[in-house]
């Protein structure tokens, strides 16, 4: 299940008023956490459900490795077989293979070469399976194991800008997020945008409270006024 924008929401008693005021082009340093939305309380086991459902999943690196693993599998068997029969198809030619490999010091720079290559690959292989991919769902909460719900990054992000156009004085936002914070950009045709930026924060604040995601998105704002 997908979620799209919708109008904008807004916590009950919630105000625009600043601590501090907001130069133009300014970016607020993060905030606390959103609050968790009244009717949607945090279950670890339904927040550990979700995470695994919509944690990405490296397809490409491995259907890549397994094809080689298995192209190299079938080629050891086929001329381990036919070998065994006395009839060896000899589709490697590892006659010329064995006798390069015992003349060749290991100082040989082709060796440290070839070596140097495959621990690369090695290494790039594991790196890939250790770091994590880029979801392209964000897991909501739902305090239901059983119920997993998730909202396209997409969707997510056009959600939150569209909260930000709200607020009186934005002429344009844009949101992108970065890990878990989320970074707001909006213009503004104001002269004195004192508060305002304050204002954005709260509303996308209130909007991700509402979207309600399994893990917090402290909100940074970058105000451009005139």
Wanted: hydrophobic share 45%.
């Amino acid at each position: 299940m997908t979620a799209t924008s919708g109008p904008p929401h807004r916590t009950s008693g919630s105000s625009p008023a600043p601590e501090t005021p907001a130069a133009p082009g300014a970016a607020l340093t993060e905030q606390a956490p959103p609050p968790t939305p009244a009717g949607v309380p945090r279950n670890r086991a339904a927040d550990r459900a979700a995470i695994r459902a919509f944690r990405p999943r490296r397809v490409v690196p491995a259907v890549i490795t397994a094809a080689l693993m298995t192209v190299i599998g079938v080629l050891a068997a086929v001329e381990t077989i036919s070998a065994l029969l006395g009839r060896p198809v000899r589709w490697v030619p590892y006659d010329r293979m064995l006798g390069w490999a015992s003349s060749t010091p290991w100082s040989d720079p082709w060796v440290m070469l070839g070596a140097s290559v495959v621990t690369a690959l090695g290494l790039l292989l594991v790196l890939l399976a250790l770091v994590p991919g880029r979801p392209r769902f964000i897991p909501a909460r739902t305090g239901d194991p059983d119920l997993v719900i998730g909202v396209q990054r997409r969707g997510f992000t056009r959600s939150l800008a569209h909260a930000a156009r709200q607020v009186q004085g934005v002429d344009h936002a844009r949101v992108r997020l970065h890990g878990t914070t989320a970074q707001v950009t909006a213009g503004s045709h104001l002269r004195d945008t004192t508060g305002l930026a304050e204002a954005v924060r709260l509303a996308v604040t209130d909007r991700i409270a509402a979207l309600a995601p399994v893990d917090d998105y402290p909100v940074r704002v970058n105000l451009r006024g005139r």
